[in-house]
T-cell receptor, first 117, second 110 residues
């Protein structure tokens, strides 16, 4: 079945450091790919997404590029801030653009990021 | 403000008791979802509903039940049959391929 594998955390960085959180996937076909962020005590928020190969999603200084050849969607940020401390989830979705009746997101296990001042 | 409201935020339950978690949305979305989150395990789908009066089992539906009598509401009941109910429960609704999540309900079974 479809699956998502994220690098295990926790990841601890100093402010202004470079961030990479690795994400690879296994799927039959061509999924859409997502990164969600969960701040402490809250639900998940969509951070960015990419719907086809070579697309780059970006938001709030974070970027991820959909690499079909390596089945990867690594999350990067050039300079992290303390406010970026959160759990980050990679996810994939099969199905059409709106998903229809077979819409289903498959999540990775999450990576806890802590940024120290 | 439009959004998804889950209640209660924290809930304690004795073993053998059923408990119902509320999820309400005023986004006018047709589809709604319940996920369970455990430390180090990511999110797992419990139930989902594409439209009023219809719902489907997700990957871990055993010990849970839902109803969808109104578009705005998708309550989840954690029954006594659920062997390990202590977890963080997240409700979401969907529009055009994007999920919108509530802030979650943390259930602890004593």
């Amino acid at each position: 079945g479809d699956s998502v594998t994220q690098m295990e955390g926790p990841v601890t960085l100093s402010e202004e450091a470079f961030l990479t959180i690795n994400c690879t996937y296994t799927a039959t076909g061509y999924p859409s790919l997502f990164w969600y962020v969960q701040y402490p005590g809250e639900g998940l928020q969509l951070l960015l997404k990419a719907t086809k190969a070579d697309d780059k999603g970006s938001n709030k200084g974070f970027e991820a590029t959909y690499r079909k050849e390596t089945t990867s969607f690594h999350l990067e940020k050039g300079s992290v801030q303390v406010s970026d401390s959160a759990v980050y989830f990679c996810a994939l979705r099969m199905g059409g653009r709106s998903g229809g009746s077979n819409y289903k997101l498959t999540f990775g296990k999450g990576t806890l990021l802590t940024v120290n001042p | 403000d439009g959004g998804i409201t889950q209640s209660p935020k924290y809930l304690f339950r004795k073993e053998g008791q059923n408990v119902t978690l509320s999820c309400e949305q005023n986004l006018n979305h047709d589809a709604m979802y319940w996920y369970r989150q455990d430390p180090g395990q990511g999110l797992r789908l419990i139930y989902y509903s594409q439209i009023v009066n219809d719902f489907q089992k997700g990957d871990i539906a055993e010990g849970y039940s839902v109803s969808r009598e109104k578009k705005e509401s998708f309550p989840l009941t954690v029954t006594s049959a659920q062997k390990n109910p202590t977890a963080f429960y997240l409700c979401a609704s969907r529009l055009n391929g994007e999920l919108f999540f509530g802030e979650g309900s943390r259930l602890t079974v004593l």
